[in-house]
């Protein structure tokens, strides 16, 4: 678990520098290497670190629009996905997804810039797990900003009403861009929204990624062994803007400090210090983290982009008539 923490910190350390190049000083979110918005997790690696301890390439991921630490987590291939942020042709998704829209076939992960839209396939990905008599799960990452939308609310009836092996994770940053969680939403602990589909919910009120492992531990042996699903709330802490970029003018100094305070990965390196690992093997871990991070990044910086000419392949409907004669140069409605 240390070793994913460390990996998804200093990959998104990583990213943060190469986000920021050619978009200063009048923060050009279109220009540089990595164009369009970035929402990076430092401070949640915890609940990730955790919950895919667990779990083997045949389950199931789905994550939101935070997507990184999970899926370093779930062991998505690190330099396709960097690939694919980068926006390069030998990206997970061609280039054309970015860091929001990540999907691995080979180890069934996927994300989407859409709030709660990885609940229905999580729990479509639970059904066909439980149709094909496999043992598989299927866990859904989403915000606490999620936890009040339809689909959530919905796919906890279905996993609930048809016993399915997927288990749902909440991250509580205690935001939701800049809005407050007790502004919106009337339950301080969110996995009490277990209650009302008559199926089981705990909440971990810290980032402690050994308690965090715990409790997803049972979560997913119970869905696993076919006794249905389960609903996790992690609290975690946002130590920086919603996305990169933002001035956080909104935000306390005080809630901001307190997260920085907070710092899962420390934790975690007291524990396994308290069971007698000694500094040099931490030093290890990390250095081998950092090694395979900055292998990746190199890797995805020299991979080609795509041409202008595969914007139309592999996306579900054909160019308009107009577009595909003059190469959709002219606009159009
Ligand atoms: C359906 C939908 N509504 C609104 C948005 C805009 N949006 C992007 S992130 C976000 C807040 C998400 O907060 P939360 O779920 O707590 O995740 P966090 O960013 O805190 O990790 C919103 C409202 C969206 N992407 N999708
Ligand atoms: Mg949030």
């Avoid at 399915?164 to 502004?183: C, G, H, Q, T, Y």
């Avoid at 990169?244 to 306390?252: L, S, T, V």
Wanted: hydrophobic share 35%; with cysteine.
């Amino acid at each position: 678990m240390y070793e994913q923490m460390v990996t998804a910190r200093y990959y998104e350390e990583q990213l943060q520098e190469e986000y920021l190049v050619g978009k200063q000083p009048a923060f050009d979110i279109s220009a540089g290497p990595i164009p369009g918005e970035l929402h990076l997790a430092a401070g949640h690696e915890a609940s990730s670190a955790g919950v895919c301890l667990h779990l083997r390439d045949d389950d199931t991921v789905t994550a939101p629009h935070r997507p990184h630490h999970v899926a370093i987590a779930k062991g998505v291939d690190l330099k396709k996905m960097t690939a694919e942020i980068f926006g390069r042709k030998t990206g997970l998704c061609r280039g054309k997804g970015g860091h929001m829209h990540l999907f691995d076939p080979d180890v069934n992960f996927a994300c989407s810039g859409i709030i709660a839209q990885g609940c229905p396939p999580a729990v479509g990905a639970a059904m066909a797990a439980k149709k094909r008599n496999t043992d598989s799960v299927a866990v859904a990452f989403l915000g606490d900003g999620a936890i009040d939308q339809g689909g959530f609310l919905e796919s906890l009836n279905l996993a609930s009403v048809h016993d399915l092996p997927v288990v749902f994770v909440i991250e509580d940053n205690d935001w939701a861009i800049s809005m407050p969680k007790d502004r919106v939403t009337d339950v301080e602990d969110g996995s009490r929204r277990a209650w009302g589909f008559d199926l089981p919910g705990e909440r971990v009120d810290s980032d402690d990624a050994v308690a965090v492992a715990e409790a997803a531990g049972k979560a997913i042996a119970r869905a696993r062994d076919g006794n249905g699903p389960t609903l996790l709330e992690v609290q975690v802490h946002r130590r920086m803007g919603h996305f990169m970029g933002d001035a956080e003018a909104y935000r306390p100094e005080a809630d901001i400090e307190r997260a920085k305070q907070l710092d899962s990965i420390e934790r975690i390196a007291d524990d396994l210090r308290s069971h007698g690992v000694e500094d040099d093997e931490l030093d290890e871990i990390r250095e081998r983290a950092h090694e395979r991070v900055d292998d990746a990044i190199s890797w995805a910086k020299e991979q080609p982009e795509p041409s202008p000419e595969e914007a139309y392949e592999n996306v579900f409907t054909n160019p308009p008539a107009k577009a595909a004669t003059d190469g959709g140069n002219q606009g159009g409605d």
